[in-house]
């Protein structure tokens, strides 16, 4: 069974960044691992995922350009650069483990860790 912990998340003024990390222990056969995030009052929506072995990377339109998903490898973490931040970015993120590639429903996604507060101010 495996165990996804996030972290990094934080209080940042638009334009600025951070890095999230998604730490995942115990042994798992899953493929892609991936980013999603849930504002208050919204569904969870897709960020960006990543194919464990080939380190394929997809993104939403709206990460696109302005986060980077990389895989840093032994250490099992999966992380989250995110530069240019918005306000429009303030939302939990939460990573999640899918044995497919290029999903971008969270429906598809389980072992959900507990999520990483991000909030980004004007």
């Known amino acids: 069974q495996v165990t996804l912990v996030e972290s990094g998340g934080g209080l940042v003024q638009a334009g600025n960044s951070l890095r999230l990390s998604c730490k995942a222990a115990?042994?798992?056969?899953?493929?892609?691992m991936g980013w999603f995030r849930q504002a208050p009052r919204k569904e969870r929506e897709f960020v960006a995922a990543i194919n464990w072995t080939y380190e394929n990377t997809y993104y939403s339109d709206a990460a696109k350009g302005r986060f980077t998903i990389s895989r840093e490898d032994p250490k099992n973490t999966v992380s989250l650069q995110m530069n240019n931040l918005k306000p429009e970015d303030t939302a939990i993120y939460y990573c999640?483990?899918?044995?497919?590639?290029?999903?971008?429903?969270?429906?598809?996604?389980?072992?959900w860790g507990q999520g990483t507060q991000v909030t980004v101010f004007s």
């Open positions: 115990g042994a798992f056969t899953s493929s892609t």
């Open positions: 999640g483990l899918t044995p497919g590639y290029g999903s971008r429903r969270p429906a598809d996604f389980g072992s």
